[in-house]
C-alpha cells in the first residue's frame, strides 16, 4: 500500500520512453553483465573464506544491480532527488571496486574490517592509496555531484521541487530532471560496472570478455549513445 498515488506521475515520465531509451539500454547491458559474470562464479568452494569473498564481491555488484532497479523506479515515480541519492552509492561501490582491481587480495580484509572499514576503506583512504587517479576523480566527481542533489539537504536540490512556476511538495512529472538524472545514473553505472570488470579479471583471473564476448559487445557499444553525457547540474 503506497503512501502517495504515483500513478499519473509514472504515466506521465512512460510518455517519455523514447528520450530515455539509449540509458536504459546501457543500465540493462551493465546489469546483464554483472549478473552473468557473477553467477558464474556462483559454485562451492573448498576454501570457507574463498567462498567468503565471493559474497562479499557478489554483494557489491549486486547493490549496484539493486541501485539502478530503485533509481529507476523512483524516477519513475517522480522521486528526483532520492534517485540521484542511489547515484551516490553506485559511484562509492566503483571507488571500491577500482581499488580491488589493484589489490584483489584486500577483499577479505575488507568485509572482516567492521568498525575499521570507514576508515580503511572510505573514500579519503581509497584516493590516497588508488594508482588510477583519472579513474578516482571521474568517480569522485559524480560522488560529489550526487552527495550535493539527492544525498545532503541543499539548496541545490530545491530544483527537484519546483517545475519554474511553483513549488511541488509531492512527486510530480519533471521532464529534464527525468532525462538528465536517468542520463547521469547510466553514465556512472556503465563506469562502475567497467571497473567492476577489472576488479574481476584481477581476483579470478578471468576475462569476462572472454567468457561472455555477447554481453561484453553489447555493454560496450551502449556507450557511445550516452557518452555525450553531463552531470547533475
Not at 40 to 54: I, L
Request: with cysteine; glycine share 6%; net charge negative.
Amino acid at each position: 500500500m503506497s503512501l502517495f498515488d504515483e500513478s499519473e506521475v509514472e504515466a506521465g515520465h512512460k510518455r517519455l520512453a523514447s528520450s530515455i531509451s539509449v540509458h536504459i539500454e546501457a543500465l540493462a547491458a551493465s546489469v546483464d553483465i554483472v549478473e552473468k559474470a557473477l553467477m558464474g562464479e556462483n559454485k562451492v568452494r573448498a576454501d570457507s573464506s574463498e567462498n567468503a569473498d565471493y559474497k562479499a564481491i557478489s554483494i557489491l555488484g549486486y547493490r549496484v544491480v539493486n541501485d539502478v532497479a530503485a533509481a529507476t523506479k523512483l524516477l519513475d515515480c517522480g522521486y528526483f532527488v532520492q534517485a540521484a541519492a542511489l547515484g551516490r552509492d553506485i559511484a562509492e561501490v566503483g571507488m571500491l571496486a577500482l581499488y580491488f582491481a589493484e589489490n584483489p587480495e584486500m577483499i577479505s580484509e575488507w568485509r572482516l574490517a567492521e568498525e575499521k572499514r570507514r576508515k580503511l576503506f572510505g573514500r579519503p583512504a581509497l584516493k590516497a592509496s588508488i594508482l588510477n587517479i583519472r579513474k578516482f576523480e571521474f568517480l569522485d566527481e559524480y560522488f560529489g555531484l550526487f552527495s550535493g542533489f539527492g544525498t545532503h539537504p541543499s539548496a541545490a536540490s530545491i530544483v527537484a521541487h519546483h517545475d519554474g512556476n511553483q513549488l511541488q511538495r509531492f512527486p510530480y512529472v519533471n521532464e529534464r530532471l527525468y532525462v538528465d538524472i536517468h542520463s547521469d545514473i547510466a553514465f556512472t553505472t556503465w563506469h562502475v560496472v567497467d571497473a567492476f570488470g577489472d576488479a574481476y579479471r584481477a581476483y579470478f583471473q578471468k576475462d569476462p570478455r572472454d567468457l561472455f564476448p555477447a554481453e561484453t559487445a553489447r555493454f560496450q557499444s551502449s556507450f557511445g549513445a550516452i557518452r555525450r553525457s553531463l552531470p547533475l547540474e
